[in-house]
C-alpha cells in the first residue's frame, strides 16, 4: 500500500522527487489532479471540521507537510519516506513550468501580492506561460471566478486563499475542470512577491 492514514487522512508514501515525477506524469496525460499539502494545523483542524476533513480525503494526494506528521507515522509504524514542504513543490512545479511551457494559473492572496508575484515570476520562469491570475478577495459565490480557471484550461492551478477556504474551493469547483493539477498553497504568493 503505498498510502499510510493519519487521523484519518491517507498520506501518500513518497519522497518529493517521486510525487514530482508522478505530477509530471499526470500533466503530460491531462489527468486532473487534487493535492493536498497538509502539516499539522492542518489536520488539528480537519478533525473538528468533518466537511473540511471530507474536502481533504477527496484529494488525489495528500502530502506530508511537517515534521510532526513524519514523526506521527514513525510511531504507528508506517513511516513515511520524507517531509514533502508545500512551498518546495511549488518552486519545483515552477521549473517543470518553465522547462515544459506549461501553462499555469495563480488564484489568491491580494491584488498588490498577486501582481508582484507573477512579475517575479515571468522573470525567473520566463518560458512558463501564465494562463491567468486573481486575487484572492473575491465572493466565494461569484462563479465568474470558476469560470475564468475553467477557460484558462490551465495544466497546474495554484490556490493561496490559505487553509480551509483554498481546498474547499478547490473541491467545490473541481468537477467543472476538464484537466489540471490543483493545490492549495497558503501564504506562498506572499513570499513570491517578497
Ligand atoms: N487570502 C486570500 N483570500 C482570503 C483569505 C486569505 O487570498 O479570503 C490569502 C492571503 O492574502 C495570503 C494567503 O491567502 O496570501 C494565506 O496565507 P497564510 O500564510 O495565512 O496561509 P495558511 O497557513 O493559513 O494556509
Redo the contacts with the bound molecule.
Sequence with gaps: KNKVNILGLDFDKTTKQDMINTLKHKIQHHKKTFIVTANPEIVMYALKDQEYMNTLQSADHIIADGAGIIMGSKLLKTPLPERVAGFDVLKDLLDVANEEALNVFFL???KK?IEQAVQNIKSEYPNLVIGGYH???FNEHDPSIGEMVKNSNSDIVFV????P?QEKWIAKNFDTFAKGIFMGV??S??ILAG
Excluded: Q
Excluded at 493561496?160 to 487553509?163: D, Q, W
Design positions: 489568491g492572496a491580494g501580492v486575487h484572492g478577495f493561496a486563499l490559505g487553509f477556504k497558503g501564504g504568493f506572499d
